[in-house]
């Protein structure tokens, strides 16, 4: 039976990483490329690869080891650690436990909290627009035997503060609720609905794998127990990312068969990858006053632009309290999937939405339980700008769209003609 892909490493000095099914050269054209889908991640800023280069080849010790080199790459893991306590505001370098992903944070907050404070209730109360990496480990809770609320938003996906007061049960353990929406941007009243669970006693855990890098992210005025970043959403690495568990919020761990991260997340630290999350994140804080400004003028001229050129479409998301970085935009009577696909034979890479679930067919489930018609939520795209972003980029969209989504339109069954 022959084999469908090819065997590597079978030629002499042939290289098992080189493209498949490309020649030398092949596919080197010359067309605009311009990147709009940084909220599924971003590139790796130099500053970053520079600082992480001296600690795959240099300062390379397992920090776990006693002899001098393991403490100097110790060392390097504490720097970082005090580094991101700083950055976002907490009180203690140990109130920082590195992870893998934020999916890995999402995930020991969640069940590490409800495992090691059962106790207390059994009872979780999230919102219907999560990432999926809150929602599956919430189900996941339910199969347990927990019972989980799923809070309802607005038309403007925002999770309203009266309706987390009136699901709190007697024995409601933990809430989370995200930070900002990764698929449409809306920002949630994350310090209202902290403080009142402060007073009743009840965690509080937000994904902030969207808000980090972009907006201030502070700890304390947001009332959080916990908090969750990823490095690659702020042009840092992927495959790490940072949980801030507030000192003596008891936590059960998720990774065992090792002393690491205090006992609450078993593995030798990816120290080259921590320091690459701390660096990304402190230039990112320092830029971020005019990064924001700028970025939200990109947002606006294209926001502007497409609803000046387009009839039939609808910007997704609350009108003020939005990420600066993000507008989505639902096109009535074509498919997004047909217009991310024609903007990509332009140079012209954008989303329908959270990178995690582009492969599925279904309507957006932030879009839905915003009450949008399920045909228009499957035309929504999402735009999310970055720091490799300018005017031009923009320019360049808003003259190939209108003739991409009238040529779709033509061929709609739906579409009126």
Known sequence: MKRSCRQVGTKENENPLAPLGRGEGEGDF???????????????????????????????????????????????????????????????????????????????????????NEKKGRHVITSVVEHHAVLSPCKSLEKSGYRVTYLPVDKYGMVNPDDVRKAVAADTVLVSIMMVNNEIGTINPIPEIGKMLKEKGIFFHTDAVQAAGKMPVNVEALFVDALSISAHKFYGPKGVGALYLRAGTRLKPLIEGGHHEKNRRAGTENVAGI??????????????????????????????????????????G???????????????WIEGESIILNLDLKGISVSSGSACTSGSLEPSHVLMSMGVDSALAQGSIRFSFGTDN???????????????????????????K
């Not at 600082?51 to 970082?80: C, R, W």
């Open 30 to 116: 010359h067309m605009k490329k311009i990147y709009l889908d940084h909220n599924a991640t971003t590139p790796v800023q130099p500053l970053v690869v520079k600082e992480m280069e001296k600690y795959f080849t240099g300062i390379f010790a397992n920090p776990s080891s006693v002899h001098s080199p393991g403490q100097e790459a110790a060392d390097a893991l504490m720097e970082a650690r005090e580094a991101v306590q700083g950055l976002i505001g907490a009180s203690k370098p140990e109130e920082i436990i590195f992870t893998g992903s934020g999916t890995e944070a999402n995930n020991l907050a969640i069940k590490g909290i409800t495992s090691a």
């Open 275 to 316: 320091r690459g999350l701390a660096k990304a994140l402190a230039i990112a804080v320092e830029s971020m006053g005019p990064e924001t400004k700028r970025l939200l003028k990109l947002r606006n001229m294209l926001k502007n632009g497409l609803s000046g050129s387009i009839k039939n479409i609808y910007v997704m």
């Open 318 to 332: 609350h009108p003020e309290k939005v990420m600066a970085n993000t507008l989505n935009v639902c096109f009535e």
């Open 390 to 416: 300018a005017e031009e980029d923009v320019k360049y969209v808003l003259e190939v769209l209108p003739e991409i989504v009238s040529r779709l339109r033509s061929m709609s069954p739906i579409a009126p």
